[in-house]
């Protein structure tokens, strides 16, 4: 292959991952030939129902896809390395120092029998090799970043006492012990109530303009995206079919599926309204559509998005559509 | 001025109501075991419902929003008396429903139904969509034997399943459907009132426009009184006709949907409000986060039981426990501000 283009601004690309899992009847494409970039301090937003595969696009970033999940080809450049490359043992320092996550829900990514504080020396220890004194300081320093109350106390805590907003924010703790570039968040705030919600959307814009990071946040929910990203892109079935900056996806969005998907929204308008509704579910991965994955539900389809898929094509400058029709749809 | 309704008085207004809840009161109690007995541990009461007034009219369908644990969910539970309130009362067409007996209670059940949350758990996986249907329908003798078929059809047709759905598994069937055959089991009965707890929140996005305007045809079209639960602001706007707010147990704030949604009073519903992410960027409305986190429902707060979050608490909300009351025609508010 060719050498590709190296953009220097680019923390991390993903190009044509394709994440497979086997499964009873066949082969689950997960991620089925995924590519977008993120740049340095971006928050890049994922958007999707269930089952789209954007959370094991973060976990393929990662290289932690969970069994029988395989990264079946593609490439993931994090400053121009391809991380599918590494061995095992250059990945220690990659995860944890120079990517780290935050999950949906601490009440399972905390360890239960250990305490909070523990948890955060262990991160600190790994990658930093502090001493012990200093471990404790940089521990509280991080609780109180996060707006922990009274951090010195929960070092001793164990995560069953603390709250659910607390946990999260322990969990956000641990993730940025180590100043990761990147933080890739698995709808951190899905299992939140609106109130902490908005707190927890609040901490981690706060946080990402302060250290300066890279975020990609996954969320089912164009409110947040709004709220926190500058870009966002649109899963559906294992492929990303449209990607654009904030503002213009939500005001000029240039695929049938983003469009059905904020149309489906009920707006703040009040009652009676009949909501626009995508007619059918996702598909089965097992037996994905031919064609564009999306055209049994899509009120344009034609013959041809049947039999061909088309990649992302950049529609205008920055704004990335994978309808065939695009042209014709939006004259 | 307060509304006489509010004092267990008849009033004009509450002639059309078709449920009504007065003083409710619903409390779990845990840690009742008798090793904590025999070590004279104290027992948690939780006050999961703590003195909740509200009615809902004929026809109507009233929302109620809060976070979870709020109690909203045990609310409606004891209004169709699937708990049993530990005091207050719930009238269904101004009879006392606490009062029936198993069997009067078994006749009223007819004309009230429930549909669930989650629509994988809340089907019995053994059973077809046929098996499931003329259960209920036999159960409450509800049509002959003989009909039982051809009514089930109709039940499909009704909320747009096909007639090939009959003979199906649940699991057979994605979460949209699934959610349609739970509300073809309640509608089975032609119950008057439904109380619906979060009936999209389990289901995919692009999934749940179709279940709330399936929901809303199906309101207008049996002229059905239902209660909807659900933390989700923007769908029950979407669906009601007036809005509850529930904080810790007790009713904050009662509107119709416009008003409250336009013109909140209380600082939690403002709050809450002000939480929701908009996609709109133009329409957020700033201010402040709310502070801190729900309490632990077990150890309430003294006086309103928001004034520990509340960024306009005074020294009488620490003290003295706000009233529902009636601030403009329709509009109740439990704050000493508002």
Not at chain 2, 271 to 292: H, N, S
Request: charged share 25%.
């Amino acid at each position: 292959m060719a050498p590709r283009k190296r953009r220097m601004d680019r923390l991390l690309r993903v190009e044509n991952l394709k994440t497979h899992f086997s499964a009873r009847g066949g082969i689950v494409r997960a991620v089925d030939g995924v590519t977008f970039s993120v740049a340095h301090g971006e928050v890049f937003g994922l958007v999707g129902e269930s089952g789209c595969g954007k959370s094991i696009t973060l976990r393929s970033i990662l290289r932690l896809v969970p069994p029988p999940g395989r990264i079946v080809d593609g490439h993931i450049f994090y400053q121009d390395e391809d991380i599918l490359t590494l061995p095992e043992s250059e990945l220690r320092s990659y995860r944890g120092a120079q990517v780290a996550m935050i999950f949906q829900d601490p009440g399972t990514a905390l360890n239960p029998v250990l305490r909070v504080g523990y948890q955060i020396y262990e991160t600190l220890r790994e990658h930093h090799g502090l001493a012990k004194q200093e471990t404790r300081d940089r521990a509280v320093e991080l609780l109180s970043l996060v707006g922990m109350p009274a951090p010195e106390l929960r070092l001793a805590q164990y995560p069953h006492e603390l709250s659910g907003g607390m946990r999260q924010r322990a969990m956000i703790a641990i993730a940025l012990a180590c100043n990761p570039k990147l933080l890739l968040a698995d709808e951190p705030t899905t299992a939140l109530d609106v109130t902490l919600q908005d707190q927890v959307l609040r901490l981690i814009t706060d946080l990402q303009e302060q250290l300066g990071m890279s975020v990609i946040w996954v969320t089912h929910d164009f409110g947040v995206i709004a709220m926190i990203c500058k870009r966002a892109g649109v899963m559906y079935a294992g492929k990303l079919l449209e990607i654009a900056e904030i503002g213009e996806l939500l005001a000029e969005p240039r695929h049938p599926y983003t469009v059905a998907l904020l149309e489906s929204i009920p707006k703040y308008q009040g009652r009676g309204q009949t909501l626009m509704s995508i007619p059918g579910s996702p598909p089965d991965m097992r037996y994905p559509p031919s064609g564009c994955s999306f055209h049994p539900r899509c009120q344009f389809a034609i013959e041809e998005c049947r039999r061909s898929d088309t990649p992302l094509r950049e529609v205008s400058p920055g704004h990335f559509s994978s309808c065939m029709r695009v042209g014709e749809i939006w004259k | 001025m307060m509304d006489p309704s509010m004092h267990g008085v008849a009033s004009e207004a509450d002639r059309s109501a078709l449920v009504e809840a007065r003083d409710l009161t619903k409390v779990f109690i845990s840690g009742d075991t008798l090793v904590r007995r025999l070590l004279r541990q104290k027992r948690e009461v939780l006050r999961a419902v703590d003195g909740v007034t509200v009615s809902i009219e004929r026809g109507e369908t009233l929302g109620l929003v809060g976070e979870s644990g709020c109690g909203k969910t045990t609310l409606g539970r004891c209004l169709l008396r699937l708990y049993e309130p530990d005091g207050g009362q719930v009238l269904y067409g101004g009879e006392n429903i606490l009062q029936y007996d198993a069997k009067t209670m078994r006749q009223a059940r007819k004309k009230m139904q429930m549909v669930f949350q989650d629509p994988y758990s809340s089907l019995n996986p053994r059973l077809t969509v046929r098996q499931v249907l003329s259960e209920v329908l036999l159960v409450h003798r509800i049509c002959p034997r003989k009909q039982v078929d051809q009514r089930a059809r109709e039940l499909l047709n009704l909320v747009g399943l096909p007639q090939d759905a009959l003979d199906r598994l649940p699991r057979e069937f994605s979460g949209g459907q699934r959610q349609r055959i739970g509300l073809a089991r309640a509608l089975a009965v032609e119950p008057e009132f439904i109380v619906a707890d979060e009936p999209v929140s389990a289901l995919d996005v692009s999934v749940q426009a179709q279940v709330t305007n399936l929901l809303m045809a199906l309101q207008e079209q049996l002229h059905l009184t239902m209660m909807i639960i659900a933390h989700d602001l923007r769908f029950v706007r979407c669906v009601s006709d007036r809005v509850a707010v529930m904080y810790l147990g007790r009713i904050a704030e009662v509107a119709a949907q416009d008003v409250l949604f336009e013109r909140p009073l209380h600082p939690y519903t403002r709050a809450l409000l002000g939480a929701v992410p908009r996609i709109d960027p133009t329409q957020r409305p700033g201010g402040a986060a709310i502070k801190g986190e729900t309490p632990n429902p077990v150890d309430l707060p003294s006086g309103c039981r928001f004034h520990p979050r509340c960024s306009q608490a005074m020294e009488r909300c620490k003290v003295e426990e706000p009233e529902l009351v009636e601030v403009e025609a329709g509009h109740y508010v439990a704050c000493h501000i508002a």
